[in-house]
């Protein structure tokens, strides 16, 4: 993975370009910023620029960084999942950090960052290092490494080994110990522009009408795309104008799919509801010309502030599991009484 690979992100490629210039590079950098932006791949590719500019040369080449990146084994990953170690104390092995990688490979994210896979990658640090090799390690979504885990790694980031450097990767920096955050140079990156949310959707087999309002609910997020994209969210911000417009609230909720087998899709799908009513309602709320979408009625506003407060509510009590049509009877009550 290589920059020129990478859409978007220039400002951040310019600021860690000059640090490898000016020598300057630091042994641990944290990338923070909302997730789903690139941060992960923006990391292999800081990896493979560490390794081609400031690893010995036997390195570059046996690392075949053209090639596959998760075959380098000069890079190191840690990163979260399900995979507990083999040893009787927890610890991971070989094996254990293989199936790690498989599940990189296909981006598969869930679970902790558990002690025994960070024992495993401070002990190949040790033992390799002794014989003059180099690493680059990725810590992806850092702030998922347990207690534990982030005391395990605090020393080795404090006093890292000659030519090893830590990439971290994080969407909520302040789940991590101080002593981490202040020991790691911070690269804040943010979402990409709009015209590189496109060049990303040509990727994508996306019906035109779809590209507008995909990129609005995107936010600069690749990763929000692509979940989204398999979605007609087109067809959705119709259904809820209209159905603001008629007042008709079984419309809504008719129109809302409960035959998703799968649980996940149709929490997608509840989502996209609801972040396009979120616009829907900034929109009439502003009540200018720099509306997202076109209407031809109007909201009262005390009612439309109502809704909002009510759509943030439902977003926070979530938890209790609240029957979608009683969280959408209780928004669409706010605007319009009973």
Not at 9 to 16: A, E, G, N, Y
Not at 184 to 195: A, F
Not at 237 to 250: A, Q, W
Not at 273 to 300: A, G, Q
Request: aromatic share 10%.
């Amino acid at each position: 993975m290589k920059f020129n690979n990478i859409i978007g992100h220039s400002t951040t490629k310019d600021s860690f370009i000059e640090l490898l210039k000016k020598d300057k590079l630091p042994h641990a950098i944290m990338l923070t910023g909302n997730s789903g932006i690139g941060k992960f791949l923006f990391a292999r590719a800081m990896a493979t620029l560490i390794i081609e500019r400031k690893l010995p040369k036997t390195i570059t080449d046996s690392c075949n960084i053209n090639e596959e990146i998760f075959n380098c084994t000069n890079i190191l990953y840690i990163a979260p999942s399900k995979i507990k170690g083999s040893k009787s104390n927890g610890d991971f092995n070989l094996e254990d950090y293989l199936k790690l990688i498989e599940l990189l490979k296909i981006n598969n994210k869930t679970g902790k960052i558990p002690i025994g896979l960070i024992h495993y990658i401070i002990s190949q640090l040790k033992y390799k290092t002794a014989y003059n090799e180099g690493f680059v390690v990725i810590i992806r979504n850092a702030e998922k490494m347990t207690k534990e885990s982030q005391n395990a790694i605090l020393k080795t980031l404090e006093e890292p080994p000659d030519n090893v450097y830590f990439i971290l990767t994080t969407s909520n920096e302040m789940d991590l110990l101080p002593t981490i955050r202040s020991r790691s140079y911070k690269i804040l990156m943010n979402g990409l522009n709009n015209n590189d949310m496109k060049l990303i959707i040509e990727k994508f087999n996306i019906d035109k009408e779809n590209i507008d309002t995909l990129v609005l609910l995107s936010q600069g997020s690749p990763g929000k795309l692509h979940k989204y994209s398999t979605y007609d969210v087109n067809s959705v911000k119709e259904s809820i104008i209209e159905s603001l417009k008629s007042r008709n609230f079984n419309r809504l909720i008719s129109d809302i799919p409960k035959n998703y087998k799968d649980k996940y899709q149709l929490d997608i799908l509840n989502q996209i509801y609801r972040e396009i009513f979120f616009i829907v309602l900034r929109d009439f709320y502003i009540d200018n010309e720099s509306t997202y979408f076109h209407y031809d009625f109007k909201l009262p506003i005390d009612s439309v502030n109502s809704a909002i407060e009510k759509l943030v509510t439902v977003e926070k009590n979530s938890v209790y599991n609240l029957s979608k049509d009683i969280e959408w009877g209780t928004i669409f009550y706010s605007i319009f009484g009973g």
